[in-house]
């Protein structure tokens, strides 16, 4: 079974800082998943890569896979990027499996 | 288009009893799989159906049952309830199984008294 690790656990950011999320893995996989959730606990998909570097907007993903490391990158943060990231793994077919989450604050 | 409803919102129940949740996918999308967050973990995978038929299921006990509906929607059943069935539980809809982006829904919580 993947082993799926996140760092770091907490992270408190200044309104404006650069801000990265790191997730490791421990098998290779299909796909990665990132995903956000606010305190409602509804999750939002925000990228699924397999390879290089996807951007939207502020947020960019990269994904190492010679290192089964993958990046979420938030630039010019801002207290609405507050949220829990969650990074999900996915091989060939089986269900997807999480880390248990990064929590982010951002403070004007 | 309507994204990925789950119902109830909330739910509490006491141990023994059993619980129904329920949850309509993204129209067009055949694959559904639930899934079990406990407060401060990542969720855990229960199950996958695709074309109503069970693709997957996660190391849960046998009180836990799902199904899924002609239309796609799908139900998740838990039996006999425990304390340690409170969680979050979400429901994410693919049009297919595989590296497909997941659309989640908005979860039901379920507190077990």
Same mark, same amino acid.
């Given at each position: 079974k993947n082993e799926v690790e996140q760092s770091p656990q907490n992270l408190t950011a200044q309104?404006?800082?650069f801000i990265t999320i790191n997730c490791s893995y421990s098998v290779g996989i299909s796909a990665l998943h990132w995903l956000q959730q606010h305190p409602g606990g509804g999750i939002v998909s925000l990228f699924m890569l397999s390879s290089g570097k996807k951007k939207h907007g502020r947020l960019i993903a990269t994904i190492n896979?010679?290192?089964k490391h993958s990046s979420l990158h938030i630039t010019a943060s801002h207290p609405r990027d507050s949220a829990v990231y969650i990074c999900a793994v996915m091989s060939g077919n089986t269900p997807l499996v999480f880390g248990k989450g990064t929590r982010l604050s951002v403070i004007a | 288009d309507a994204g990925v409803t789950q119902s109830p919102?909330? &739910?509490i129940k006491t141990r023994g009893q059993q619980v129904t949740l329920r949850c309509s996918p993204i129209s067009g999308h055949k694959s559904v799989s639930w899934y079990q967050q406990v407060l401060g973990q990542g969720p855990?995978?229960?199950f996958q159906y695709y074309e109503k038929?069970?693709?997957g299921?996660?190391?849960f006990p046998d009180r836990f049952s799902a199904r899924q509906f002609p239309n796609y929607s799908s139900e998740l059943n838990v039996n006999a309830l425990l304390l340690g069935d409170s969680?979050?539980?979400l429901c994410a809809s693919s049009w297919m199984t595989g590296p497909k982006t997941q659309y989640f829904g908005p979860g039901t919580r &379920? &507190?077990?008294l």
């Open positions: 309104e404006g800082e896979i010679q290192e | 919102t909330h &739910l855990q995978f229960i038929e069970e693709r299921r996660g190391n969680a979050l539980y &379920l &507190l077990v």
